[in-house]
Every structure is written in C-alpha cells, then in structure tokens.
C-alpha cells in the first residue's frame, strides 16, 4: 500500500513567522503535490514536484515556496505565514512516468494550520 | 476553461441509494476519479473510471459516465452510517499539460437513521 505521511496533524503559529509542513511517502513515487483545502472550494494546487529538485507552480502558489531535495521528501514553506494562509493542507504523490503523466495520486492525511 | 461541478450537500436515510454528480468541463479527460475524505482525515481515493468506459462497478459502488453530457455519478448502495463523508470528484485534463487533478468542491454526504 502506498503510504505518505505528513511530519504534523495540528499546527498553530504566529503571523509572520516561518513555517514548515514536511510530507514523505515511501512508494518512490517521482511526482509530490501540495494542495490546500478550504470549504466550499475543494482542492487547489500551490505545487507540485515531478523529480528531484524540480518544481511546478499550480494555481495558487503566491506566500508559498517548496523544497524537493530527496525523492521521497517534499516540503512546504510559508516564509511569513498570514491568517489567510490558515487552511488545511494536503500533500499527495503519485508514481510519475514524466510530467504529463496521469497516475492515480494518493494523498496524506493532512495538516490543519491555523494562523494567529 | 477548467472546472468540476458537484452540489454541496446530500442527506439520505440509511439502507437507501445515494446518488453523487459530478459535471466536468474538459472532453479530453482520461480519468475521472472519486476521492473520500471523512472528517478530520485526509483524501481516500474511492475509485476511478477510465473515460473509454461507461460504468464502473465495486462492491456497493457504481460510478456511471456519461461522456457526451460530461457528466459523471456516484451511487452507493445500501448507505450505511460510516458511508458520511465529503466525497470529491475530479478530473486530469491533458490539455493542462501535467498531471494536474482538478477537484469538485466536494459533497457533503449525511446519513441519518
């Protein structure tokens, strides 16, 4: 089973501070999404990763950057987080077979920020 | 342009159907997907159609397609308690160049005794 964990369930941090939301999964998947979710508008990618240091904006990408340094790590960064960035957010990963690939993704179980 | 429809709420009696839409705007879809998430939790993916087919049965779930209308539907069989959930449909066009999903707004599914 393809497993991806996310490094946090809850978090809760102070505007204008850094923050770090670290997803793994273990299947050697190439490509890793970052999604945010907010009521009434479903999923929105910020980005996605479809090989090591190799990164794509998605549709929502400003007050966010990523890092793919190894293949089975991909992290999220809020360089000064703001109380509109308080969302849940999803990570997924899916096996990739070049970036116009279709695979099924899987997603990790989430992390709920909140943004003081 | 880009965008998967599905009404916001469903409420049905346990032991009935349900029955979830979804309408989606790209033709050149190859996949359409049905994503689970119960509370607090993350997405589980249900299952999934391949656009060269009509329907999809598993278990007590069958996903129908109808290419023409792009319209795509859930029913699940016999909704237990455990079945509530917000269910996602979604979609990877080709034309957006990479595997991008696009997603519903989700339904939220409530079962009531």
């Known amino acids: 089973d393809v497993k991806v964990t996310q490094s946090s369930r809850y978090l809760v941090k102070r505007t204008g501070e850094k923050v770090f939301l670290e997803c793994v999964q273990d299947m050697d998947h190439e490509n890793m999404f970052w999604y945010r979710q907010d009521p009434g508008l479903g999923l929105r990618l910020i980005y996605f990763s479809y090989d090591v240091k190799m990164k794509e904006k998605g549709d929502i990408p400003e007050g966010y950057s990523v890092s793919r340094e190894k293949k089975e790590r991909f992290s999220l960064i809020l360089e000064s987080a703001s109380t509109n960035q308080t969302s849940m957010y999803l990570c997924a990963s899916s096996l990739g077979s070049g970036a116009a690939s279709t695979d099924t993704q899987y997603f990790g179980p989430g992390t709920r920020l909140t943004v003081l | 342009g880009e965008d998967v429809e599905q009404s916001l709420f469903l409420s049905v009696r346990e032991g009935d159907s349900s029955v979830i839409n979804c309408t989606y705007t790209d033709s050149s879809s190859t996949y359409l997907y049905w994503y689970k998430q119960e509370p607090g939790a993350g997405l589980q993916l249900l299952t999934y159609?391949?656009?060269?087919?009509d329907m999809k049965q598993d278990q007590r779930l069958t996903v129908l397609l109808n290419k023409k209308d792009k319209h795509l539907s859930l029913r699940i069989a016999d909704t237990q308690t455990g079945d509530s959930a917000i269910y996602f449909c979604a979609e990877i066009p080709l034309s957006g160049g990479y595997n991008k999903l696009i997603f519903g707004a989700g339904t939220r599914l409530a079962v009531h005794p």
């Open positions: 159609i391949f656009s060269n087919m």
